[in-house]
């Protein structure tokens, strides 16, 4: 008689495979959900990975890892992650079990009206672009667009979104986006400090006192790290003789429109650079502020069609006059042209992020939020100027009738004029008795003084909302006769009312957006094949891998996605009450119990919008600790010379001396040099920023001896953990000495990288740490000794973190390790399968490598005029992405495979290399022109191809099909070679005009 236990099968392994791990045989983790999600997210099966240990000549994943991790620093007991409140604790959720579990948390969200502003703004996101931009991976999983031939589209996307900024600002270039409008306020005071003339230099940067609070703070913060002061008030009246800079806002904090213009003219006057935040849409009908006579112009970008989130992603924009293009910070997308001479677009002044000037730096931005801007800039296309007024203008109309009704209960409301913020005074009633009756009709006001409240009003007020809250507002009129009050107070009769003009000198007169892209996509269908025609340019994850060294290009999976869609998670404004948020207190409670298990550390801060932000946030969380225990005079950060250029310029702005650390023949850090380097400096050492594994893609033997000395000398560690995909279930940075470390949630975390943006970069610190972990001005975070906020919301791009979440709670620990062994074996597998044709630089005393290796082309420039950036664009020509290239070491390619791809897919990866090595030989052995070949030629678009004359002493098969495979997967790069120098002399950073777009283009 059966007892019915043969109808139970094992449990879901990690991989489809029988023999993995994962997993007991008990009847309850047997019958679990069919969907587990780990055999999804990695690559290969029980057979190919069998077969690719056969090839890398090693019995097993866990033999593989012990060869190249080393002993010392493994962990001593199996990752334990905290059980999740309404899942089960001793089985791993299915997919659709676990998507349940994130749509109740975001129903613990309580989604009030937030009337809140402060740069964050209720808004309708157009179905068209929510649908195929935000929760298309057509768009959202590439990186960015370093290879710009296959990145055509996103870079025509960003190219709208400057030009919309400039014409917006009145400001004539304008970059592809930073990460918040606070940061964007201190990036403009450090670009004014870098411009600024020689007297200027210890001046002081001025804050007008009615500026955002959120803004304020971290333009302190990052001043402070800098020794410049902040000088606050009135920037009318103010002295600015002693000033190199200035940041005023317009409209005011508090919704008032002043006049900037004899403002920005004393600061002329004063040689001080002037910065104005700013509002987008209110610019659509308020005079900008390149016409009133500023400097930079900063913002968000957020009410052009992106969610609140919560605080996040959103595009800050940055714009500013011609003669600082060359100091701006982030990416500027710019025109140039290709090998055919017709027009081609790509990043500006910039390889791999050499915008950032390593020591020399201003700025450390890197990843920025690029999927917002191209959410952003499809608004205005979708729109155009007309469409862009119309809505301001009602959102103007809006506020002006519910001032009227407000001014006739008795309110008084500022004198200077205002767009959509309100300025309420009270007269008598406390703010606090008003908030709590809005709270009872869900609704969140914000209080400015006792007896002061504001208000503003957004694209998605409607009139009844208008008339709940004069209803509201109503029960605490000073005017007498409520009855009376009441009677004139018809919504229409107060729309009548209302004035709507703008008076002199606030009220717009020249044209925007006057480009065709602006004017030519109005119907939603015309809107939906344009964006797809775009995103048909670009290769991204659903095209094939990305194997960018350092990037970590992994699944970035539908389930981990859906949250981003919900309500739930994206109407909250960021300072709502935090007992609003319920869902998101468990989000980053349980999230970050996870990641502190991870990393071996004792607490987070999800502040950190990006790696660089980490970076500098963690650098003056050590800063702090020095200071609080009167060793201010340490100031010296130790960084290798392989280190990311972020690191250098991070340390920089939080006001650290750079001395660089050399690297062995090997790619070690030379801890002969570094020891020498800190036992010179030990009297001054702050800290060391070290990457690990390395960035040459190895686990170096002598990393906990490191961190020992640098403890010795009395500086603590800063772990970059941009390659922290190696690491998960293995070792933890907590455990083998670093003090702090940031993750790139956009990395190991499944974040997509939307292009080059959005990221996050919580960091995680130490015990001793956590006191000094950051504040923020409006909402209750951070340490008792906290530094400073180092973004404009509490926890940064808040929303994507239910992607991580996911991700985490999908794969378990078990899953979690078994992904970083899958990662190691993928890279030591193709290293070996590509190690007879090409020369890998750098591996462990094991021979091994990590996640990621480098190969070395550099041998190919003598023996057959080939570089790198020729084999980059032939891999194009196979349908494939190039990895890093030329970084961290010149003339190679750094290749990060991640544990989801298959090793299908590897292989043709390794095919599409060996292919080309071939071609490389044949010029090399002089049976190929050294200049006319398949790969100087490369990309080769379809129009070259196809054209009638085909001069080339190869086929156009060659130069199209060059393998058996592609004709299933063609991918045409839109362009063919990009001249970067030609556009980098004639820099022009907005839509070009449309003679060179050819004929029909925006028909
Ligand atoms: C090693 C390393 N550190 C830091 C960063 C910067 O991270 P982010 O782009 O998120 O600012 C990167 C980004 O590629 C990196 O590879």
Not at 831 to 841: F, I, S
Request: overall charge negative; some cysteine; hydrophobic content about 40%.
């Amino acid at each position: 008689m059966s007892d019915g236990t043969e109808l139970l099968e094992p449990p879901a392994p990690a991989r489809d495979d029988e023999t993995s791990a994962v997993g007991g045989a008990s009847p309850r983790a047997a019958l679990a959900p069919s969907d587990s999600f780990p055999r999804r997210h990695l690559g290969s099966n029980a057979e190919e990975v069998a077969a690719m240990l056969e090839v890398v000549g090693t019995p097993s994943l866990d033999v593989l890892v012990d060869e190249e991790i080393p002993r010392a620093i493994r962990m001593d007991a199996p990752l334990s992650l905290s059980p999740l409140a309404g899942l089960p604790a001793d089985r791993l959720p299915g997919e659709r079990e676990l998507v349940a579990r994130l749509a109740a948390m975001a129903e613990e969200n309580q989604r009030f009206r937030s009337y809140l502003g402060m740069g964050y703004y209720g808004t309708v996101t157009p179905p068209v672009i929510q649908r195929n931009v935000l929760e298309s991976p057509g768009w959202y999983t590439q990186y960015t667009p370093y290879q710009a031939e296959i990145s055509q589209g996103r870079l025509e996307a960003l190219l709208n979104y400057q030009t919309m900024v400039a014409d917006l600002t009145g400001l004539p270039v304008a970059n592809a986006s930073l990460l918040d409008e606070a940061t964007a306020a201190a990036e403009a005071m450090s670009m004014c400090l870098a411009v600024a003339k020689k007297d200027k230099a210890d001046g002081a940067f001025f804050v007008a006192d009615h500026c955002h609070p959120q803004t304020l703070a971290v333009v302190e913060t990052r001043a402070g790290a800098l020794g410049v002061e902040v000088r606050v008030g009135d920037p009318a009246t103010a002295d600015l003789a002693d000033c190199f800079g200035l940041l005023v806002q317009y409209p005011t904090s508090d919704g008032r429109l002043l006049d900037l213009e004899p403002i920005l003219a004393r600061a002329r006057e004063a040689d001080v650079r002037s910065v104005v935040a700013t509002d987008l849409l209110a610019l659509t009908l308020l005079r900008p502020p390149g016409e009133m006579g500023a400097d930079v112009a900063v913002g968000s970008a957020q009410r052009f069609g992106v969610p609140l989130g919560y605080g996040g992603p959103h595009a800050a924009f940055f714009a500013t006059r011609e003669e600082y293009e060359r100091k701006m910070p982030g990416r500027i997308i710019g025109v140039s042209r290709d090998a055919q001479g017709d027009t081609a677009l790509r990043m500006a002044l910039q390889t791999r992020e050499q915008h950032i000037r390593r020591e020399k730096a201003t700025s450390n931005i890197c990843t920025a939020q690029v999927l917002l801007a191209i959410m952003a800039g499809f608004y205005a296309v979708y729109h155009g100027p007309d469409g862009l007024r119309r809505i301001a203008r009602r959102v103007h109309h809006l506020t002006a009738a519910l001032a009227e009704g407000l001014r006739r209960l008795g309110f008084r409301l500022a004198d200077e004029p205002f767009f959509d913020t309100l300025r309420v005074d009270l007269a008598g009633t406390s703010a606090a008795e008003l908030l709590t009756a809005a709270e009872a009709r869900r609704i969140n006001l914000r209080a400015l003084d006792e007896e002061v409240v504001g208000l503003s009003l957004d694209e998605a007020t409607t009139v009844e909302e208008v008339e709940t809250l004069l209803d509201l507002f109503a029960a605490f009129a000073p005017s007498a006769g409520v009855t009376e009050v009441n009677a004139s107070l018809g919504f229409d009769d107060l729309a009548r009312a209302a004035a709507v003009a703008f008076p002199a000198p606030h009220a717009r007169s020249s044209d925007f957006l006057t480009h065709p892209v602006f004017h030519s996509f109005r119907t939603e269908h015309e809107m939906l094949r344009y964006m797809k025609r775009l995103e048909s340019r670009d290769l991204s994850l659903c095209h094939s891998m990305i194997p960018l060294g350092s990037c970590t290009m992994k699944l970035n999976a539908t389930s981990e996605m859906l949250g981003l869609s919900w309500p739930g998670w994206m109407d909250l404004h960021p300072f709502a009450p935090p007992e609003q948020a319920s869902g998101y207190r468990e989000l980053f409670d349980s999230l970050g119990a996870w990641l502190n298990e991870i990393t071996g550390f004792a607490g987070i801060s999800f502040m950190p919008n990006a790696g660089s932000q980490g970076e500098f946030t963690g650098l003056m969380v050590i800063r702090a600790y020095h200071r609080d225990r009167g060793e201010a005079h340490r100031n010296v950060c130790l960084i290798p010379v392989s280190a990311h250029g972020t690191n250098p310029a991070s340390a920089v702005m939080a006001g650290m001396k750079v001395v660089t650390v050399k690297c062995d023949e090997r790619g070690d850090i030379d801890v002969a040099d570094l020891t020498a380097k800190a036992e010179e400096h030990a009297d001054r050492l702050a800290a060391l920023m070290v990457t690990y594994p390395s960035t040459h893609g190895v686990f170096e033997g002598a990393i906990r001896d490191i961190c020992d000395v640098i403890h010795r000398c009395g500086g603590l560690v800063y772990l970059d953990g941009a390659n922290l995909n190696a690491q998960v279930g293995l070792c933890r940075p907590g455990d083998y000495g670093a003090d702090v470390c940031h993750l790139n949630l956009h990395k190991t975390f499944c974040i997509p990288h939307g292009g080059g943006g959005p990221g996050m970069g919580p960091i995680c610190v130490a015990e001793h740490l956590l006191p000094y972990l950051p504040t923020h001005p409006v909402v209750a975070v951070g340490g008792e000794k906290g530094i400073g906020p180092v973004a404009a919301a509490p926890w940064g791009s808040a929303s994507i973190l239910t992607i991580s979440w996911v991700y985490v709670a999908l794969m378990g620990a078990e899953g979690l390790t078994e992904a970083s062994k899958m990662a190691i074996l993928n890279a030591n597998y193709m290293a070996c399968r590509l190690a007879g044709h090409y020369d890998v630089l750098y591996t462990g005393e094991g021979g091994r490598v990590a996640h990621e290796f480098i190969l070395d082309l550099r041998p190919f420039k003598a023996s057959a005029g080939v570089e790198a950036e020729d084999v980059a664009k032939r891999l194009m020509d196979f349908g494939f992405h190039a990895p890093t290239m030329s970084w961290p070491v010149p003339g190679t390619l750094m290749v990060e495979p991640t544990e989801s791809e298959s090793k299908g897919e590897l292989d043709r990866l390794c095919e599409a290399l060996i292919a080309i090595r071939r071609e490389i030989q044949e010029i090399a052995d002089g049976r190929m022109d050294r200049e006319d070949n398949p790969l100087k030629n490369a990309p080769h678009t379809a129009a070259v191809v196809t054209a009638d004359e085909w001069t080339h002493p190869y086929t156009r098969r060659q130069a199209a099909y060059p393998a058996p495979w592609v004709r299933e997967r063609k991918l045409w790069p839109a362009v063919g070679r990009i001249d970067n120098v030609y556009g980098d002399r004639n820099l022009f950073c907005a839509c070009p005009p449309i003679e060179a777009y050819g004929e029909g283009a925006f028909d």
